[in-house]
Every structure is written in C-alpha cells, then in structure tokens.
C-alpha cells in the first residue's frame, strides 16, 4: 500500500510513526485537522508523514487525512488505506486473529466496504 | 469527545459523503448503551469469523505474522540468537503443520540436511531459499530468509576475534599506507 501523488500518479514513501503525548496535545493547534485529536491523548495515535518530511499526511486512532489531502481536490492519496493497512499489520502481529474494526456513522457504511474491503457486522447499526 | 454529527455536517457543506469516507473515520455518536450493544454484536461477529476460518485461513494469518516479525527483526540493530534463519524456518514447520520428515519431501532436501539448518548448525544456500519461497507461495519472500542469514553472518564476522586472528595470521604481506 502506497501513498500517491494524485497530480503525477507517483507513488510515495511514506513513514508511519507513535506519536507522544506532547505531540498529540499540540495538534489541537493544527488547523490542518479538524476532530479533537487531545481527546484521544489516552489511544494508541499514529502520524503519517513523507520520508524526511516534517508534514503530516494523517493521524490514526480515529482517523483523518489533514484538510489539503480531503475531497476532490486532496494533494495525496491513499492516507486513511495506509493507516488501516499499518493497523491490520499491527494486529497480525499481536495475534489478535487479524480482526480490525470501525462504527462509522450509518449512512457512510457502504463506502468503507467499496474503499476499504470492511464487512459489515450488522446492517442497522454502524459496525464492521 | 467530538460531536461527530456536527463534524459531519459541517464537513457535508464540502464534501461528498464519498468524499469524506475516502479521506477519514466519522464514527457514530452513541449512547453508553447504544457502545455496549454495538461492543456485544462485534464481539459475537468476531467470534462467528473465528469458528469459520478454515485450515487454510489459519495458516495464512500465521504465515503473514512470521513475515512480519522477520520484517521487524530485521530493522532492529542488534542480532538475537533467539532470532536466527533456524528458529524462524522452525515456526514456519510448526506454522503449516508439517512433520520435518513430509516438509524435508516437499522441499526435496535431505532430512539431515533440513535438521542441520533448523538446528543452525548449516547455513542455508540460495537455491533452499528460493525453494521457500515458493514453498510459502510467496508470502514469504526469499530476500527475508537471505537477510536472516546476512544479519547472523554480519554479527559473526564482528565477533569472531579468534577466526580473525588466525586468518590474519596467514596473510604474509600487508599493503602499508604512510599518515
């Protein structure tokens, strides 16, 4: 699983690292993020930056591509994959039986299933 | 915590709901009863995948962890002795059920030769490697067997002082270099 340069098509490294508690209180200052990323100061959270990039692409506890890398016009591709994917990796490796779940809202179900391959758990609440 | 609903409205006056899904996690707002009913059907999902995975499925999900432990081995600095191309090719035996004997066949090696590489007492050469490989169906790639044995020869040829010695020893002429 690669980032992508959505202008040239190339694919990109990209570098998936803990983040310390410090760092996450401080991206409640970042207006490049919008959910209250402090709040989840008691998870596991994850950045994704570029190789020898200071910049982050995205965070994972919930997770979210920073504001230039959503919609139609997003800069790079493929964050959110990365970040499950990195999390599927994670779970193999601590024998948790290769089980990953989300509960988005209900009515975005069915694009986590096209996107990310997820299967639902139950059809009339949020579960995969 | 967020109010996720309205996160998602706001975030709806700019984006598709496609949109949003492709670029982060909008969780569903619920009750504490609503995240212990929703807990409850996950568990009992889970638990239902568990009892269908097959022999098959099993042994992909351990073959794909072994992968990912060598990985991680592999990018750490120092050699283990609990971590060479032999106890790593013996979690793959015990992995697919194989007794040395009808793995040594599959891989058409002698059996006294297999015990020798488990046990870590011969280094594999590359055409065993590549016979892994295959043998995995290339969940196992030959370039991470061949790094566990470079990573073990590289931590030797540190260690090794008394080799060292001795092989310097039969050198009879040195290049020397003025400062």
């Known amino acids: 699983m690669n980032l992508i340069n959505t202008e040239t098509g190339e694919e990109l490294q990209g570098v998936i690292q803990r983040m310390s508690l410090e760092e996450i209180l401080t991206v409640k200052n970042d207006p490049n993020f919008i959910f209250n990323w402090p709040s989840e100061k008691e998870n596991e959270v994850y950045k994704i930056q570029l190789f020898n990039q200071e910049e982050i692409l995205g965070l994972i506890s919930l997770i979210e591509s920073a504001n230039k890398h959503k919609g139609k016009n997003k800069k790079i591709d493929n964050i959110p994959a990365c970040l499950i994917a990195f999390t599927c990796r994670k779970v193999f490796l601590k024998d948790y039986e290769d089980f990953v779940s989300l509960t988005p809202k209900t009515n975005l179900i069915e694009y986590y299933h096209i996107k990310f391959g997820f299967i639902e758990s139950r059809k009339s609440n949020g579960g995969f | ?179």
């Open chain 2, 1 to 179: 915590m967020d109010n996720y609903n309205e996160i998602y409205k706001k975030l709806r006056e700019k984006y598709s709901d496609e949109e949003i899904a492709e670029s982060m996690l909008i969780p569903q707002q619920m009750t504490k009863e609503e995240k212990k009913e929703s807990d409850e059907v996950l568990r009992a999902f889970r638990f239902n995948l568990l009892r269908e995975k097959n022999i098959e499925q099993r042994i992909f999900s351990d073959l794909m962890r072994l992968r990912f432990q060598i990985e991680d081995y592999l990018k750490q600095k120092d050699f283990s002795e609990e971590k060479t191309f032999g106890k790593f090719l013996t979690e793959y035996v015990r992995i697919i059920n194989r007794t040395k004997k009808r793995f040594s066949e599959e891989l058409k090696i002698h059996y006294s030769r297999l015990s020798r590489v488990i046990n870590d007492k011969e280094e594999p050469n590359i055409e065993l490697i590549y016979r892994l490989e295959k043998h995995s169906s290339n969940l196992v790639p030959a370039i991470l067997w061949w790094k566990l044995v470079s990573k073990k020869q590289e931590y030797l040829i540190q260690k090794n002082k008394t080799l060292r010695s001795e092989e310097a020893a039969k050198v009879e002429s040195v290049i020397s270099f003025r400062a």
